[in-house]
C-alpha cells in the first residue's frame, strides 16, 4: 500500500471578556494506492495477485465554532458545534481481475452535524463535569473497500453499502478533594451507538462464501449494526501521607452490547474490568513506584461472537474455547535526579514474569523488563 496523506488546519480564538470563542477549518485528503503481488520461492517468479484495497481518493472538510462562558470564579459553561462534509471514491478493476465484484467504483458523499454541551464546577473541594455530546465516523477505505483473510477459512469483502456511524453521548465525573491527604472521584458515561460499523457473516453474488488463493472461505464483510451502546463506570482514590508517600488506586468497568437483526452479542470494544494501584516514595532527590496493574477475565460466551472461535488471539479454556483469562503485572521503576543536568532512571517490569496477553489484541505482553536510563539536559 502506498497512501499520501494532506492536511491544513487553521484555527482561531477570540477573547471577549467571560465569553471565549474558538473556530476554524479543517481539510484532510488520503490518496491510498494498493496492488497484490505473490512470489513463488522454488520458481523464483512473481504474479499479480488481488490488492488489499481498492485505489481510492477520501477527503473530508469541516469547520466548527466552540463557545466557553465563565459564570462565575467557580462555574463554567461551553457549547460547540462542527459541520463535516466527507467524500470516498474507490475503483475496484484490480479486485474484479479475480472477484465478480456487484459493482466496479463506489463513490461516498455525506454531511454530518455534531455538537457538544457542557458545563463544569470546581470549588475548593468539589469538582463536577458533566457534558452530552454527539460524534461520528465516517467510513474509511479501510472499513468499506479491503479483502483479507483475517482467519483461516473466513475473509473479509468490501460493502458498498456501509453508512457513518454516529454517537450520542452523556457523561458525569464528581472528584471531591477531602483536607490536603486525599482525593476520591468517580465517572460514569453512557454512549448509543447509531449504525455501528461491526465485522458480520456476508453474501457476495449470493454466495456465502467464495474462493480464495485456493482455498473456500466464509464471506464476512464490515457491515452498520441496527445499534450498539457502550456504558461504563471509573473511580480513583489519592492518598497522601507524610508528604512523601502517595497511594493511589483507579478502577474501570464497561460493558458493550451490538445489535444486528434483533441479535444481541457483546460489544469486541468494551474491554474487562482493569484496575491499577501504586504506592510512591519521595526522598529528597529520588522518586520509588511500586504499582500493580489487573486486567479482568471474559468467558467464551462473554466474547463478541466473531471472536468466540479465534483461537489464535485468545487462550483456551478447561472446554478447549478460547477466552480471555485475567492477569496482574507486579512493577517497580525509580527517578534519580542527581543535579540540574543529570536524571538517572530504572525499572523491572512484569516482576513476575507472567505470559499474558491484553484482551483482544492477539498479541503477548512482554516478560521481565529490566530498564535503565539516563537523561542528559543541556
Known amino acids: 500500500e502506498n497512501v499520501h496523506a494532506y492536511s491544513v488546519n487553521l484555527d482561531f480564538k477570540k ?13 484532510v485528503y488520503n490518496r491510498v494506492n494498493s496492488w497484490g503481488n505473490t512470489f513463488n520461492t522454488a520458481t523464483e517468479t512473481h504474479n499479480s495477485s488481488v490488492a488489499r484495497y481498492p485505489n481510492s481518493d477520501w477527503a473530508i472538510f469541516a469547520l466548527y465554532l466552540k463557545y466557553n462562558r465563565k459564570i462565575n470564579d467557580k462555574t ?30 463506489l463513490t ?21 463535569k458533566s457534558n452530552v455530546s454527539s460524534g461520528f465516523r465516517a467510513p474509511n477505505v479501510d472499513d468499506v473497500g479491503k479483502i483479507f483473510d483475517f482467519q483461516e477459512g473466513q475473509i473479509v469483502v468490501p460493502n458498498g453499502n456501509l453508512k457513518s456511524e454516529v454517537a450520542y453521548t452523556a457523561d458525569l465525573s464528581v472528584l471531591k478533594k477531602i483536607s490536603k491527604w486525599g482525593k476520591l472521584g468517580i465517572g460514569t458515561y453512557y454512549t448509543f451507538l447509531e449504525d455501528a460499523m461491526v465485522r458480520r457473516e456476508f453474501k457476495l453474488n449470493d454466495q456465502d462464501s467464495i474462493l480464495y488463493e485456493g482455498n473456500m472461505s466464509k464471506v464476512f464483510a464490515i457491515q452498520n449494526a441496527s445499534y450498539a451502546f457502550v456504558y461504563g463506570i471509573s473511580g480513583k482514590v489519592e492518598i497522601t501521607l507524610f508528604k512523601s508517600i ?85 512493577n517497580l521503576k525509580s527517578i534519580f535526579k542527581m543535579n540540574d543536568h543529570w536524571v538517572l532512571s530504572g525499572g523491572v517490569e512484569n516482576i513476575t514474569d507472567l505470559r499474558y496477553r491484553t484482551y483482544s489484541s492477539g498479541i503477548s505482553g512482554p516478560g521481565r523488563n529490566l530498564i535503565i536510563a539516563v537523561k542528559v539536559i543541556f
Open 76 to 105: 463554567a459553561f461551553t457549547s460547540g458545534i462542527r459541520t463535516n462534509n466527507y467524500h470516498l471514491k474507490s475503483n475496484f478493476n484490480k479486485q474484479n481481475k479475480f472477484y465478480s465484484l456487484p459493482f466496479n467504483d
Open 15 to 27: 477573547d471577549l471578556g467571560i465569553h471565549t470563542f474558538y473556530y476554524g477549518t479543517e481539510a
Open 246 to 330: 502517595k497511594i493511589k488506586s483507579t478502577v474501570n468497568y464497561q460493558k458493550g452490547t451490538e445489535v444486528l437483526e434483533k441479535v444481541r452479542t457483546p460489544s469486541r470494544h468494551a474491554a474487562p474490568l482493569f484496575m491499577t494501584n501504586s504506592i510512591t516514595f519521595k526522598i529528597k532527590k529520588m522518586v520509588f513506584k511500586a504499582y500493580h496493574q489487573f486486567n479482568g477475565a471474559y468467558s467464551n460466551d462473554q466474547l463478541s461472537i466473531d471472536q468466540r472461535d479465534k483461537t489464535s488471539i485468545y487462550a483456551l479454556d478447561e472446554n478447549g474455547l478460547p477466552h480471555s483469562p485475567n492477569w496482574h503485572t507486579f
Open 108 to 128: 461516498i458523499n455525506k454531511q454530518s452535524v455534531n455538537g457538544i454541551v457542557g458545563v463544569a464546577y470546581k470549588g475548593r473541594s468539589w469538582e463536577i
